[in-house]
């Protein structure tokens, strides 16, 4: 069903444009490898954060002195080493073969990079939460949850191919603002500042939200004793 929703609002949104916006500068190719920042930011995480319930390590670590959210910057770091090695190989391969140019999009990239991968881990936070309280039968949420975002992102095309109820949603998700800036860059040549702001802020909101749910839901489990039992 996302898959149809994704495509069917391309297809939309091509039938509809008179110009060239759709395939300006590599836009198609440049909202893939931003995509993959943006999944390989919260999936990172999310694995590192699996990788220590699968080791039976995590009631150690939280039992200890350690502090929640010196946790949470280790796993974040452990999200950017796997992000880099993940998104090389992938970036590589679209300059080789595709003629991507990196630097068409200038020094928004990094404004881009880091306003994503802070999207992937709130919600990378949240899932983790999650899994602490209920178990690994949350597990499934890590793999699949990005993918609920993707129709509304607007990844391939821009927000006005969506239906005007959808926009709403569209536009409470940082990375609405992302791809809109990214293809202001590719097909007028400008850093949408206005944008970035917008998207910066709604990290601001979402990361404050995912970091008081993440102690809730870790308080919650450490109160039902769940902790202890992770990973059996």
Known sequence: MLNLMTWGFLQNYANASSNRTLFVGGALVSGLLLWEVLFRGQIGFSMSFLEEIWSRNLGNLLMSPLRPMEFVAALMIMSLARLFVGLLPTTILAVAFFGFDLAGLGIGLVAFFALLVITGWAVGLVVAGL???????????????????????????????????????????????????????????????????????????????????????????????SLLSSGE
């Open 131 to 225: 899994i602490l309280r209920h178990g690994l039968g949350a597990e499934s949420l890590a793999w699949t949850i990005m993918f609920v975002f993707w129709p509304l992102c607007c990844v391939y095309y821009p927000l006005s191919a969506l239906p005007v109820w959808l926009k709403p949603f569209a536009l409470a998700l940082p990375p609405t603002y992302v791809f809109e800036g990214m293809r202001a860059v590719l097909a007028e040549g400008v850093l949408r500042t206005d944008l970035l702001a917008a998207a910066a802020g709604l990290n601001v909101i979402w990361f404050v939200v995912a970091s008081w749910a993440f102690v809730r839901l870790l308080n919650s489990a450490r109160a039902a004793g």
